[in-house]
């Protein structure tokens, strides 16, 4: 046996599932919360610890670390249970969000911070699968919808309540914070939520484990380097790439021998997983194209506080919210293409429109725009992870939840990359407006505006060159969400109305039947 003994979740009445639900739910928001928390709240912290330079690994280490715990920790829960992976990740987090608020310098706030990816990395994939395990294909719909709300809140909310803890409080507050709220998503989980107890002879793949954690962390730190530390054509870019490639094939190779592998090649043979795992992939890039940069945008080029600038993107918040539930909610009668192809469309719109801020701009215009792009956003974020899920196999939820995640992961840290070395060109154009002898003094790229105080007397130029290029990102971030209409054309059906699942004596569900009464 290769999995948890089988718990019969269906004994679970509604109250205690919705209990569980919500300690999962908070530990998920926490986790998606801190990739974004110190947006706002990092130039204090540059301010007290220094370590200018190290600016970009604070965002960069949590997402590494929790994008290589994804795919692991979701294995690892169909093997282990939901409930003792959720309880070893929210400990690993509150760990790291601890040691985060009493650090001394920029190094060890990185180090801490990738402790907090970890554990989020943990996190995200138990509390989306858990979904499956406690609600029916037909209930799911709107469940998701919900979580895929609370996603978007916590991944919006985050540049606001760091602004505002950081102004009114102290950034040290922006970690601690977590401390009481995840003994909290403990306290609703540690006694509801069935234990399940895993079955003798589980074999971890550790050598897939090892060869997943290797080949992600080449790649994405390739996406991270290239085009800022050394050119995307060059031997490092040539090296990072053949390393990566190199553990690919290995990791692939070990996957189709290993007896329980932590991601089955089979898989990749579920068209529907294949969609769900592209769509998840350019949703990641798009959305974290606007979270990395709209709050220091609003607050460099537009001029207002830490607060107000996480503020700001609360529109985007709300628009996601509303489509999101709405699509759970009729997803069973509208099936997933129609939602999947409007949305693209939407959120292209609203990045277009994006675009066109400048330094005279208003607040108002910019909610505007959030809210257009929201609205896009949402109708993608839950249908996905429903689809996803409805066409797994029972045994095989946790690592398909992840799998997914894993894309959208994987979309948000190559975006950084991306998104920086497309701002950092168009920033090298538009500078050219300065003097040579000042051009030839100053940086180009988004380290420039710490040279504003040496040439204050250019430093609109300096800022309208740094507004101009963030924007012309969005403008890229569009054109990257529009693709995602190559694949929704093609997605089919909707989630079934009714699925019986058969196990086997002692939980096997690979032989599982279904009864599907509308597909």
């Known amino acids: 046996m290769q999995k948890t003994e089988s718990v019969n979740w269906s004994n679970i009445d509604k109250r205690t599932r919705g209990m569980i639900m919500l300690g999962l739910a908070l530990g998920m928001l926490l986790a998606?919360?801190?990739?974004?928390?110190?947006?706002?709240?990092?130039?204090?912290?540059?301010?007290?610890?220094?370590?200018?330079?190290?600016?970009?690994?604070?965002?960069?280490?949590?997402?590494?670390?929790?994008?290589?715990?994804?795919?692991?920790?979701?294995?690892?829960?169909?093997?282990?249970?939901?409930?003792?992976?959720?309880?070893?990740?929210?400990?690993?987090?509150?760990?790291?969000?601890?040691?985060?608020?009493?650090?001394?310098?920029?190094?060890?706030?990185?180090?801490?911070?990738?402790?907090?990816?970890?554990?989020?990395?943990?996190?995200?994939?138990?509390?989306?699968?858990?979904?499956?395990?406690?609600?029916?294909?037909?209930?799911?719909?709107?469940?998701?919808?919900?979580?895929?709300?609370?996603?978007?809140?916590?991944?919006?909310?985050?540049?606001?309540?760091?602004?505002?803890?950081t102004d009114n409080i102290s950034w040290h507050w922006v970690f601690f914070i977590n401390i009481p709220l995840g003994i909290m998503a403990v306290i609703m989980t540690m006694k509801k939520f069935p234990k399940q107890e895993p079955v003798d002879g589980i074999k971890v793949d550790y050598t897939g484990i090892a060869l997943l954690s290797a080949f992600l962390l080449v790649f994405l730190l390739f996406f991270t380097w290239a085009g800022v530390d050394f050119p995307w054509i060059s031997t490092e870019s040539f090296i990072m790439v053949a390393v990566s490639l190199i553990f690919l094939s290995i990791f692939i190779w070990n996957e189709y021998k290993a007896k329980d592998p932590i991601l089955k090649p089979a898989l990749f043979k579920n068209k529907m997983f294949v969609e769900c795992s592209i769509v998840m992939l350019i949703f990641g890039m798009a959305m974290m194209g606007i979270?990395?940069?709209?709050?220091?945008?609003?607050?460099?080029?537009?001029?207002?506080?830490a607060t107000n600038s996480g503020a700001i993107i609360l529109p985007l918040v709300i628009g996601v919210m509303i489509t999101s539930m709405l699509s759970g909610f009729t997803v069973k009668i509208t099936g997933y293409r129609p939602w999947l192809i409007a949305g693209p469309i939407v959120s292209a719109i609203g990045m277009f429109m994006m675009s066109t801020l400048n330094m005279d701009s208003s607040s108002m215009t910019a909610t505007a725009y959030l809210f257009l792009t929201g609205i896009g956003l949402g109708c993608v974020m839950s249908i996905v992870m429903i689809a996803a899920q409805n066409s797994a196999k029972k045994n095989e939820m946790g690592m398909t939840t992840s799998s997914v995640n894993l894309f959208r992961s994987i979309g948000s840290t190559v975006a950084v990359g991306i998104f920086t070395t497309l701002i950092n060109g168009k920033i090298a154009s538009e500078l050219l407006v300065l003097p040579p002898?000042?051009?030839?003094?100053?940086?180009?790229?988004?380290?420039?505006?710490?040279?504003?105080?040496?040439?204050?007397?250019?430093?609109?130029?300096?800022?309208?060159?740094?507004?101009?290029?963030?924007?012309?990102?969005?403008?890229?971030?569009?054109?990257?969400?529009?693709?995602?209409?190559?694949?929704?054309?093609?997605?089919?059906?909707?989630?079934?109305?009714?699925?019986?699942?058969?196990?086997?004596?002692?939980?096997?569900?690979?032989?599982?039947?279904?009864?599907?009464?509308?597909?």
């Not at 569009?478 to 699942?501: H, N, R």
């Open 32 to 165: 998606i919360l801190d990739g974004t928390i110190v947006s706002t709240s990092l130039p204090s912290i540059v301010s007290d610890l220094g370590g200018n330079d190290l600016y970009s690994w604070v965002f960069t280490g949590f997402m590494l670390c929790e994008t290589i715990m994804i795919p692991i920790a979701g294995k690892l829960s169909d093997l282990y249970g939901r409930k003792r992976l959720f309880l070893i990740g929210i400990a690993i987090f509150m760990v790291g969000s601890a040691l985060s608020g009493m650090c001394n310098n920029m190094t060890e706030l990185i180090l801490f911070r990738a402790i907090q990816g970890l554990g989020g990395g943990i996190l995200i994939p138990v509390a989306t699968a858990a979904v499956a395990d406690l609600y029916s294909p037909a209930e799911r719909g709107k469940v998701q919808g919900m979580l895929g709300s609370l996603f978007a809140v916590a991944m919006c909310l985050g540049p606001f309540l760091g602004g505002y803890i």
């Open 291 to 305: 979270m990395a940069y709209l709050p220091i945008f609003m607050q460099v080029v537009v001029g207002i506080s």
């Open 437 to 519: 002898e000042v051009y030839k003094e100053i940086p180009h790229s988004t380290g420039v505006l710490d040279y504003i105080m040496y040439f204050p007397q250019y430093a609109h130029d300096i800022i309208n060159a740094y507004g101009n290029s963030v924007t012309f990102a969005f403008m890229i971030g569009g054109f990257i969400m529009l693709t995602v209409l190559a694949v929704a054309i093609f997605m089919k059906g909707k989630p079934p109305e009714e699925i019986e699942i058969t196990e086997t004596e002692g939980g096997d569900t690979s032989g599982e039947s279904e009864t599907q009464t509308s597909v």
